[in-house]
């Protein structure tokens, strides 16, 4: 790609799921950043291997962070999703895709 070339949309939108036997992902929302996903970042457990281990993370800094990931074309962050209940049980971030590559 160059410079000028325009922006492909993203290969998954929102509201789609990639399926999987017992689970599925969706694009991680605005209305996903709840208390619950707050308690999963600032859990030591759940963060010992994440880059935000030393921040305290607060429902902004997560918005602000869905957000960024969301307008950017080549990162993907998903909701994983426990097909049996629905509930929303982590997410896994795919990203920056080089279109290039």
């Known amino acids: ?10 290969a998954i939108g929102s509201g789609e799921f990639l399926e999987g036997s017992r689970t599925r992902l969706r694009l991680v929302e605005l209305s996903d950043c709840g ?5 999963w970042l600032n859990d030591p457990e759940v963060n010992r291997y994440l880059e935000i281990r030393c921040q305290t993370q607060t429902e902004e800094s997560i918005r602000s962070f ?14 994983i999703i426990e097909r049996q209940d629905g ?12 279109p290039r590559h």
């Open 35 to 39: 208390p619950r996903y707050l308690s």
């Open 66 to 79: 869905v957000a960024a990931i969301q307008a950017d074309h080549w990162s993907y962050l998903f909701c």
């Open 87 to 98: 509930r929303h049980v982590g997410n896994i971030k795919l990203g920056p895709v080089s």
């Open 1 to 10: 790609m160059h410079v000028t070339d325009p922006v492909p949309p993203k």
